[in-house]
C-alpha cells in the first residue's frame, strides 16, 4: 500500500519561512516524479512544483517562482517544499503527487497517480 504522509504545515507571518516534507512508502520514490499541489478554500487545485525522478529537472508555478525551492533525497524516500517570503494568498492545504510520466508543463492533479492527505499552510498578513 502506497503511504504519502506530508508534515511541515503550520502558522506563519507573512514574509516567513516554512518547509513541506513528503515521506513515501510502498512504493519506489526514485522511480516516480514529485509534485506539489495546493488548495486554497473556494479556489480549484493548482500545481505549485514538480520535480524529476533523479532531481535533475524542475518546475514551478509562475506565483512562486523565487520563492518557493522544490527538492527530494532518494535515500531517505522524501520530498521536500522549502517556502521563502510566503505570502497571505500562499494559504492552502498543500498536497504531494506522484507520476510516472515527466513534470512537463505541470499537469493537473488528476494525471498523478499517488495522492497524500495534505498539510495546512497559513499565512497571516
Known amino acids: 500500500q502506497v503511504q504519502a504522509v506530508e508534515s511541515g504545515g503550520g502558522l506563519v507571518q507573512a514574509g516567513g519561512s516554512l518547509k513541506l516534507s513528503c515521506t513515501v512508502s510502498g512504493v519506489r520514490f526514485d522511480d516516480l516524479n514529485w509534485a506539489w499541489f495546493r488548495q486554497a478554500p473556494g479556489k480549484e487545485r493548482e500545481g505549485v512544483s514538480c520535480?524529476?525522478?533523479?532531481?535533475?529537472?524542475?518546475t514551478y508555478a509562475d506565483s512562486v517562482k523565487g520563492r518557493f525551492t522544490i527538492s527530494r533525497d532518494n535515500a531517505k524516500d522524501t520530498l521536500y517544499l522549502q517556502m521563502n517570503s510566503l505570502k497571505f494568498e500562499d494559504t492552502a492545504m498543500y498536497y504531494c503527487?506522484?507520476?510516472?510520466?515527466?513534470?512537463?508543463?505541470?499537469?493537473?492533479?488528476?494525471?498523478?497517480?499517488?495522492r497524500g492527505q495534505g498539510t495546512q499552510v497559513t499565512v497571516s498578513s
Open positions: 520535480i524529476s525522478w533523479n532531481g535533475i529537472m524542475t
Open positions: 503527487a506522484a507520476r510516472f510520466r515527466g513534470c512537463g508543463d505541470l499537469p493537473p492533479y488528476e494525471y498523478f497517480t499517488y
